[in-house]
């Protein structure tokens, strides 16, 4: 990242020129910081060509530290610039003004406010909104001069599908080629044509409206698009995988259900570059209408955005709605205090001033462990948990034992200021049904169907190497899908930091009647044979997960994935 000059100011320099100044250098580091995003993301093209999958989580990772970086530097060369007037209202105010006409006719014009307002939130430690200072309202909406243009092609099925998708696969280049073009797009017209017939009434497919840009993830490409037929449309997303033999296609995706699955809120970040953005989200919009705007701008890997419209949005919700702010349902947590606005599908989650035995752990640790999270791959079983800074709400929202739990306990980050309520930081998560409410509350065979993902949420997460420390089923979550997710990462760690060890043999009556461990235990010791218990499951469902997933239960099983990971091994997981 190339940094800011250092910039001392003349004691005569006017307001108008130092507004100027920094409004120019906002907008070249904006511009700096979109051109890396989009450098990095593009590099995914070849990724998938070489099938450089380690090569593509780096830089999943780079990216995703790239926003917080420029706007740190941006802050420094702010302060740097303007001295003792890094906080003077009188030229943030007019240099907002000169920005706006800077940034005027910029492609996702929106996403370059939001940069100005990340810097002056921060220099000036604002909380809530100051739309003096900050672009809010009307014009930060990045979806409001867009009528919905097809950023794609279009293809028509003028004769036979097998041609259309044949035209379709051939207009997507690398470098490498199809294993059998041909055989790839007769499959996909055979299952399109399959999709039809068995669930659309017998309908035929009349054209597809696919994005140009291909969206790629770990280590499938994807298709997006639309298939339109008489009566009936539906998505389209076909999954394209690369082997020795050339690139062919995996999986053709055609429910609602089954591509909001791929979109979900527990996946990591494409990488496709797209601009204009917002053409993109109109686009998605019909592909995956259950995706709020501020998931989609996510997943597309705009974060920053994804965070200012799921904000947006909630105060819109707190505008119209009467209900208060209550701790979430289920177990209290002692790391995290969690409350909700039951009306509305998040938890906010604030760090305890002190954690209570037998955590062992610090604030700035819980930190590190969500900051994993954000830069590794979620593999669909973890929460993409949003960080927010400086947050205002109305006091007479909140519950008042709710509040003062807040305050007594959570007094480093919550702290009441007349009539507000001030949340100086806090995780935002979309929110899931604990677990071990959930299984209490389904019938028998739901209850099973859950306990056996759970036990496949463990599998995925130890693939991409991943362990998530705490097994207690209250710090795991159920999907209105039914996926089970996990949601607590403050034991969380990477897998191949763990010693998975066999519990050793008694030696003696006494070590076997002892209620201590007779044999030493480090503290990157994990003894999987334990876990029955402190799953804390009926029996019968115990045995469901026993039959199905019994090699969880083994040290050996673990080793073994560790083994696999430490020799560079990417093991797949596929979204579908």
């Known amino acids: 990242m190339t940094e800011h000059p250092e910039v001392v100011p003349a004691c005569d320099t006017s307001d108008e020129d130092l507004a100027l100044g920094i409004a120019r250098a906002l907008r070249d580091a904006f511009l700096e910081y979109n051109a890396q995003f989009r450098s990095i993301t593009r590099r995914a093209k070849g990724r998938f060509e070489r099938r450089d999958w380690l090569g593509g989580q780096r830089d999943s990772a780079e990216r995703v530290d790239l926003y917080d970086e420029h706007v740190k530097a941006s802050v420094t060369h702010a302060r740097g610039v303007l001295g003792q007037r890094a906080a003077d209202r009188t030229i943030w105010i007019r240099a907002k003004a000169i920005f706006a006409d800077l940034v005027f006719d910029y492609p996702d014009v929106e996403f370059t406010k939001t940069y100005f307002s990340s810097v002056s939130r921060r220099l000036f430690i604002t909380s809530g909104v100051d739309d003096a200072i900050q672009f809010v309202g009307e014009e930060m909406m990045p979806l409001r001069n867009i009528a919905g243009p097809l950023i794609g092609k279009n293809y028509h099925a003028d004769g036979l599908l097998e041609q259309m998708f044949d035209s379709l696969l051939a207009d997507v280049e690398w470098s490498v080629g199809y294993q059998d073009r041909r055989r790839c797009a007769n499959y996909v017209a055979m299952q399109v044509r399959d999709h039809y017939a068995r669930l659309l009434r017998g309908d035929t497919v009349v054209c597809v409206d696919v994005l140009s840009p291909v969206f790629y993830r770990d280590t499938r490409a994807y298709l997006i698009g639309k298939a339109t037929g008489w009566t009936n449309a539906s998505p389209l997303v076909i999954a394209l995988e690369n082997s020795e033999r050339g690139v062919a296609v995996d999986a053709v995706i055609q429910t609602e259900e089954d591509v909001a699955l791929l979109f979900g809120f527990a996946r990591s970040y494409f990488h496709v570059d797209v601009e204009p953005v917002g053409a993109a989200i109109v686009f998605l919009r019909k592909v995956v209408p259950r995706e709020t705007v501020h998931e989609l701008f996510a997943i597309l890997g705009r974060a920053k955005q994804g965070k200012t419209e799921r904000f947006r949005g909630f105060e819109r919700h707190l505008r119209f709605s009467q209900d208060r702010f209550v701790t979430a349902p289920g177990k209290r947590g002692m790391v995290m205090a969690v409350f909700t606005l039951p009306s509305y599908d998040v938890v906010f989650k604030v760090i305890r001033d002190r954690f209570p035995p037998p955590k062992d752990t610090s604030p700035e640790e819980v930190k590190q462990h969500y900051k994993l999270v954000a830069r590794h791959d979620k593999a669909g079983r973890l929460v993409d948990a949003q960080e927010f800074r400086m947050l205002r709400f109305d006091r007479q929202r909140f519950d008042p034992t709710l509040l003062e739990e807040l305050c007594t306990e959570a007094s480093k980050s919550v702290r009441v200021a007349g009539d507000a309520v001030l949340v100086d930081h806090a995780y935002i998560e979309r929110r899931l049904r604990p677990l071990d409410l959930y299984l209490r509350e389904v019938d028998t065979e739901t209850a099973i169907l859950a306990v056996l993902d759970f036990g496949q949420a463990l599998r995925d ?116």
């Open 461 to 576: 997460l130890a693939a991409t190497n991943i362990f998530p420390g705490d097994l207690l089923l209250k710090n795991w979550g159920v999907a209105r899908s039914g996926r089970v997710i996990f949601y607590d990462y403050d034991e969380l760690c990477l897998l191949t930091d763990c010693e998975f060890r066999d519990i050793p043999v008694a030696q003696t009556y006494e070590d076997e009647i002892s209620a201590e461990p007779w044999f030493s235990v480090g503290p990157n010791d994990v003894f999987p044979e334990q876990w029955p218990a402190f799953f804390g499951l009926p029996s019968d469902l115990l045995a469901a997960f026993c039959e199905q997933h019994a090699e969880l239960l083994s040290a050996k099983w673990w080793r073994g994935i560790q083994d696999r990971l430490r020799r560079g091994e990417v093991i797949e997981l596929v979204p579908y």
